[in-house]
């Protein structure tokens, strides 16, 4: 059974960073991608960044808003996601949820697993 627990959500200044975490269990990361969607009330689910770990290394992409600033990354041995995140903006704030799938980890509509989620606030 695959579970997905994150942490590390908080209130920030902008400008600041903050790193998410997200424990895995019941899955490897060779065998499933692993991504970040966040979440603001009233708006659809949205994509942030996706990771693929392969034997040889992993492929990540992220969406525009968030290039350059959040850097996705995984521990194999720590069976654990993060979602690196520096120069937040207050357009940031939402509920951050991470996710997985054995095939498409770039939609909320094929994403099987899902986290919790941790709320992310970020403020002026």
């Known amino acids: 059974q695959v579970q997905l627990v994150e942490s590390g959500g908080g209130s920030v200044q902008a400008g600041g960073s903050l790193r998410l975490s997200c424990a895995t269990s019941?899955?490897?990361?060779?065998?499933?991608?692993m991504a970040w969607f966040r979440q603001t009330p009233g708006k659809e689910r949205e994509w942030v960044s996706t990771?693929?770990?392969?034997?040889?290394?992993?492929?990540?992409t992220s969406a525009d808003s968030v290039n350059g600033r959040f850097t996705i990354s995984a521990d194999s041995a720590k069976n654990t996601l993060y979602l690196a995140m520096s120069s937040l903006t207050p357009e940031d704030t939402a509920m951050y949820y991470c996710?997985?799938?054995?095939?498409?980890?770039?939609?909320?509509?094929?994403?099987?697993?899902w986290g919790q989620g941790t709320q992310v606030t970020v403020s002026s």
């Open positions: 996710a997985a799938d054995r095939w498409s980890c770039n939609s909320v509509s094929y994403v099987k697993y």
């Open positions: 019941g899955l490897f990361f060779s065998s499933y991608c």
């Open positions: 990771i693929e770990v392969s034997l040889i290394g992993s492929t990540a």
